[in-house]
């Protein structure tokens, strides 16, 4: 079955590492997207990718960084000076028919939090 | 920029209830989609519906429906006759055409907690 895999589905962090969250996607879909969400609060997106080496950032880039090496894969690494990581990240990929968005599919997530 | 507003935070039901979910959109674009996720606890974004700027036509999918008005910028959701299994958070969100990417802005969902 097509879909996004992302893992692992709990992490930990301590203070001042980096970690990094994969994400992996079997659909043949063009974007990828990160998106982190807290408590309370919508989906805010942190880094988008339309293509392979190529991306951009979000509203809420700081303290994240990106990879797009192939197609499938769209890593999210959290930096130390991300000052506030606790949060549940959630990737997301893409597709467009006739310039319409299609196929906007999620991954089951990764929860993050800082020890 | 784009902005959605879902201003209902909760919403607590009893089983076979009805319920209607408020959705206010902001945008400056003509050419714009809207969407329903659900989020069970178990965190995943299920898809609900799509549906573009052009398409005013109101959808049913079994106890779902959706209406949109351009003139008042609302999308809302009702779920006919709830069920326990409908207990979630809902989701809407705004995508406007970005080369190849869309990019989603998310309302700030509302918990929905239908009860026996």
């Known amino acids: 079955d097509g879909g996004i895999t992302q893992s692992p589905k709990y992490l930990f962090r301590k203070e001042g590492q980096n970690v990094t969250l994969s994400c992996e996607q079997n659909l043949n879909h063009d974007a990828m997207y990160w998106y982190r969400q807290d408590p309370g609060q919508g989906l805010r997106l942190i880094y988008y990718s339309q293509i392979v080496n190529d991306f951009q950032k979000g509203d809420i880039a700081e303290g994240y960084s990106v990879s797009r090496e192939k197609k499938e894969s769209f890593p999210l690494t959290v930096t130390s000076a991300q000052k506030n990581p606790t949060a549940f990240y959630l990737c997301a990929s893409s597709t467009h028919q006739d310039s319409q968005p299609y196929g906007y599919t999620f991954g089951s997530g990764t929860r993050l939090t800082v020890v | 920029a784009q902005k959605v507003t879902q201003a209902q935070t909760e919403i607590s039901v009893v089983e076979k209830e009805d319920v209607t979910l408020d959705c206010v959109y902001e945008?400056?674009?003509?050419?714009?989609?809207l969407f329903w996720y659900k989020q069970p606890p178990s965190g995943e974004l299920v898809f609900l519906i799509r549906r573009n700027s052009f398409d005013e036509q109101n959808e049913i999918s079994g106890r779902y429906s959706w209406n949109f008005q351009k003139s008042t910028s609302s999308f809302n959701f009702t779920i006919t006759a709830s069920q326990v299994v409908d207990s979630a958070v809902y989701f809407c969100?705004?995508?406007?055409?970005?080369?190849?990417?869309?990019?989603?802005?998310f309302g700030t969902g509302t918990r929905l907690q239908v009860t026996l």
């Open positions: 969100a705004l995508s406007v055409n970005s080369g190849t990417a869309s990019k989603l802005t």
């Open positions: 945008t400056r674009d003509t050419t714009y989609y």
